[in-house]
């Protein structure tokens, strides 16, 4: 392990100390004698494949222990996706050639002195999926009349590490298994916390991408959460790797925090799509746990229109009934429309959850009920540039509300070799 050593007359608060060289290094820093340390927040890095980037690694130190020194390393996350390298007092970051788009990959680093020890995560992002995934989520919240929300670093690094896990293991739930290969802490977390979604796309779509926030927010069991007017922050993560003995496609896990419905509390009603808002959502993609459309008789998840959702963030149990939707200048959509109290499900697994397996029925219903929620189910996609209008009672009272269709829908799902949608 390389070491890089500084006389004492360089000491100050907030100065760069240098990284050593490869995936892991170690600096000491001599004469230094304060303590506790800590590591200086750096921003997200954004990297092209095969190129690189240089940040400087500050260290604070406060009070003063005698002696002690300061020694430094760096861990990355996955060596084959993000090097570390050591230029003087910088740490210099780099994207494997050739790597796909993904993020964020943690580097972490760690500052030690005598017994103290402080660490610091720095997110790297392959490409530009993440940062459009992000785009994306906020002009979809725009689309119900909800403000944006900032982006959380170390939530979608958890969400990356989460997805590398599941992925890798073929292991799909809010879980992780401390025996298998990748399980973390930190995925754990986001396991917990967050939406979650693995597909199979055609490695030519993957680069502009956005199909992890489209899937969750066109799922209703997942869009509920992600719709809350608290949310203030979110985490966005997404591991990719070749499909297995196809290179024309990628796997990817990925996963979105939302506000839980076990912890939601009360909040500004909504409607997806807002009132007088336009959207260019307009089917659903199948795929979903729970199952949204076991409660709708006859439905075909191949061809079912958006789901929309009213949500008016009370706790407590929900029925929906008379629900219409309509088109203008005339004409109507069969629709399937449930709450809390009606919705059924006796078909699907239960699912890997923290604490032991839940029903998908259990589920569902405690988060219609937890986020106060119903949901209304066209039985055929939206139609392009047309103006809509819904009306479904709720608990007794009625709700109505118009949106618009944009001139241009977005797909839903894109062709994966036989490899189905899956979010839960």
């Not at 949500?311 to 449930?338: K, N």
Request: charged share 15%; aromatic share 6%.
């Amino acid at each position: 392990m390389a070491q890089r050593r500084f006389g004492g007359r360089h000491m100050a608060a907030g100065w760069a100390l240098a990284l050593s060289g490869g995936i892991s290094g170690c600096g000491v820093v001599e004469n230094l004698t304060t303590t506790p340390v800590t590591v200086a927040a750096v921003s997200a890095q954004h990297l092209a494949p095969g190129a690189s980037v240089s940040v400087p690694i500050e260290v604070t130190l406060a009070g003063r222990a005698g002696g002690q020194d300061v020694q430094l390393s760096v861990q990355s996350a996955d060596a084959a996706l993000v090097t570390a390298t050591l230029e003087g007092r910088t740490l210099t970051l780099r994207a494997a050639a050739g790597a796909l788009p993904q993020g964020l990959v943690p580097v972490t680093v760690t500052a030690q002195v005598g017994e103290d020890t402080a660490t610091r995560r720095i997110g790297v992002e392959i490409g530009s999926r993440i940062s459009a995934e992000f785009a994306r989520f906020n002009a979809v919240r725009a689309q119900a009349g909800l403000r944006a929300v900032v982006f959380d670093d170390e939530a979608s690094m958890n969400c990356w590490l989460h997805g590398r896990y599941s992925v890798l293991n073929g292991a799909a739930g809010h879980n992780e298994d401390a025996s298998l290969p990748y399980a973390t802490p930190q995925g754990l977390n986001c396991a917990a916390n967050s939406n979650l979604s693995w597909n199979t796309l055609p490695v030519a779509k993957l680069a502009g991408s956005t199909s992890a926030t489209d899937t969750l927010f066109s799922v209703p069991f997942h869009a509920a959460g992600m719709l809350h007017s608290g949310q203030t922050h979110v985490g966005i993560g997404s591991y990719a790797r070749p499909y297995p003995n196809d290179a024309r496609y990628v796997q990817t896990g990925s996963g979105i925090t939302s506000i839980r419905p076990e912890g939601a509390g009360a909040g500004a009603p909504v409607t997806f799509p807002g009132n007088g808002q336009e959207t260019d959502m307009a089917q659903y993609p199948g795929g979903e746990w729970p199952n949204p459309l076991t409660s709708c008789a006859g439905f075909d998840p191949r061809s079912t229109g958006l789901p929309l959702v009213v949500a008016s963030r009370i706790f407590g149990d929900t029925t929906a009934t008379d629900a219409t939707l309509s088109v203008e200048g005339g004409g109507s959509v069969e629709v399937c429309a449930y709450g809390s109290t009606q919705y059924v499900n006796t078909t699907d697994a239960p699912g890997n959850y923290v604490g032991g397996p839940r029903s998908a029925q259990d589920i569902g219903r405690s988060i219609l009920k937890g986020y106060g929620a119903v949901f209304v189910i066209p039985r055929a996609p939206l139609v392009a540039g047309k103006t809509y209008r819904v009306s479904v009672t709720v608990n007794g009272t009625p709700v109505t509300w118009s949106f618009r269709t944009a001139a241009t829908l977005r797909p839903q799902t894109l062709a994966g070799p036989g490899v189905p949608l899956r979010v839960q």
